[in-house]
Every structure is written in structure tokens, then in C-alpha cells.
């Protein structure tokens, strides 16, 4: 959950300067697998090797992918597609497409399904269709996992392009509506949540600068805050002890050296 979460933010930083392209793709890739099942599967570049989709072995795979040497040029064709204004076709067509066509290529030895989900809203980001990355189907893919690998191989083996779309489309409504949802759920716990730091007294300053490190990363150490706060190790420990009383904290390591806090009450209302 770190690693994704670190990989949206410098994504997301990226896009600010810097169109969507393979290049950032790698670069989020590299993040997400850092210290992760797969992390010796050449993070940050695509595969050079044979990989498939289900099953043990490419004996019995659901689906094989295209070879390696096809993959650099696959991509610049997607890179090219969301860029080409010639092509009049809606953006979230285009997302839809595009998703597919990652999901087909799969150039990465390992995560191409977190690097795919996350494509839909860089992309979105991208083209100012979203100030933030708040579209994320990855709940819908999941809770829907059979429909979606059916919709996907349904374009792959009959070229049944519209029915994918249709599918892709529900998702984006329904993820859309819950997102309001969420978004409603965040402001009524911000208002509660700044009301209780106020009762920190001559520390509610640093504890409001503190919420808005959580909010932007919900699972913290000590040093991040540190980091981010321009405070001391003792301010910053006193700061994560007022956080825990108030059930705003939780240490999720059980251990004494190393430890990570993780704002629940924040993370769940997009998890649930």
C-alpha cells in the first residue's frame, strides 16, 4: 500500500511537468515494486522475456501476451494513441481502449494489473479531466474479476470491442458516484478531525501541519514527519503520542525500531 501510494504521489508530481508517457509508466513501475513479491522482474523497464496471463506455465496460460521484442514498439503505438488529436474519440473511449490495449501487451514481467488500473487516472490527470487521481476502478475490477477478464477476452479472441467499452463505462459511473460518495465522508472527518487537534494546545499548529502530511500520506515514521515538518525527533514522537490518544494513529509494525503509523480512519474510507 506504501509503494502505491508513493507511486501515485510522484506520478501525479510528474504530470505537472511532463505529458503521460512509458517514461513515467516505468518510473511509477520502479516505485510500486520496490521491495515487493516481483521486485527481481526488472522493475522500471519492460520485459525482455515470454510472460503469460493465468495458469502455471505457458502450457496452460489463459492468455500469452506478445513476444518481448514487440513490446517497445506496442507501447510507443499506445504512447502515440493518447496523444493524437487527429483521432476524435471521447476520452473515456480512449482510457477504455487504452486500458485494454496495456492489459494486452502486458510489457512488464510483474504488476501490470496495478500499473494498468493506475493508467486510467493518470491518464484522466493528463488531459485535465481530473485535478487529482480520484477515479480508481481497481474496486470495480475486483468485485466484478470474472466479468472483467471476460470483457477483456472478449476483444482479444471475437474483437468485441463494445461490449469491453460498455462494461469499462459502468465502472467509471459507478466508481464516479462512489467517489462522491467518499468525498462527502473526507470533509465530514476533516471537521472533526481539526476540531480535536485544537485541543493540543501550543502543539495544535504543528498537529494541523501534521493532518495534511496524512492526508496526502496516510502512513507515516517518525522521520517522515520530521522531514516534512522541519521539527525535532522529540517534537515529532510527541506529535505521533498525542495523534494515538486521540485515535488518530495507529502503529502497524509492532516493532521498536522502524516503526510506521498509518491514519486509519482516513485510508478505510477509500479501502471499505
Not at 506478445?66 to 506496442?74: I, T
Not at 493528463?126 to 468485485?143: A, G, I
Request: aromatic share 10%; charged share 20%; glycine share 6%.
Amino acid at each position: 500500500m506504501r509503494n502505491y501510494i508513493d507511486a501515485v504521489n510522484s506520478a501525479v508530481a510528474e504530470l505537472k511537468r511532463l505529458p503521460l508517457s512509458n517514461r513515467l509508466l516505468k518510473q511509477t513501475h520502479e516505485i510500486l515494486m520496490r521491495g515487493v513479491r516481483g521486485e527481481h522482474k526488472l522493475p522500471g523497464e519492460f520485459r525482455t522475456s515470454q510472460n503469460w496471463i493465468g495458469g502455471s506455465s505457458l502450457a496452460d496460460a489463459a492468455f500469452i501476451p506478445c513476444h518481448a521484442d514487440s513490446v517497445p514498439d506496442l507501447m510507443s503505438d499506445l504512447e502515440a494513441f493518447w496523444h493524437n488529436e487527429e483521432i476524435v474519440v471521447p476520452h473515456l473511449i480512449r482510457v477504455a481502449i487504452s486500458h485494454y490495449q496495456f492489459e494486452t501487451i502486458h510489457p512488464f514481467l510483474d504488476g501490470n494489473g496495478r500499473i494498468g488500473r493506475l493508467l486510467i487516472p493518470l491518464y484522466l490527470v493528463s488531459h485535465r479531466l481530473l485535478e487529482k487521481p480520484s477515479l480508481y476502478l481497481s474496486d470495480f475490477f475486483e468485485r466484478n474479476r470474472a466479468s472483467y477478464y471476460d470483457a477483456l477476452m472478449g476483444v482479444r479472441v471475437s474483437n468485441d470491442l463494445i461490449h469491453w467499452v460498455r462494461f469499462f463505462l459502468q465502472g467509471v459511473a459507478e466508481t464516479a458516484t462512489k467517489g462522491r460518495d467518499v468525498f462527502g465522508q473526507v470533509l465530514a472527518l476533516r471537521t472533526e478531525v481539526e476540531l480535536a487537534v485544537l485541543t493540543l494546545g501550543k502543539r495544535a499548529a504543528n498537529a494541523r501541519q501534521l493532518l495534511n502530511l496524512l492526508y496526502r500520506k496516510p502512513i507515516v515514521s517518525a522521520a517522515d514527519i520530521e522531514r516534512n515538518l522541519s521539527v525535532s525527533s522529540p517534537t515529532a514522537n510527541a506529535l505521533i503520542r498525542d495523534f494515538e490518544q486521540l485515535g488518530l494513529l495507529q502503529e502497524i509494525t509492532g516493532q521498536q525500531r522502524g516503526r510506521a503509523y498509518v491514519f486509519y480512519r482516513y485510508l478505510t474510507l477509500f479501502t471499505s
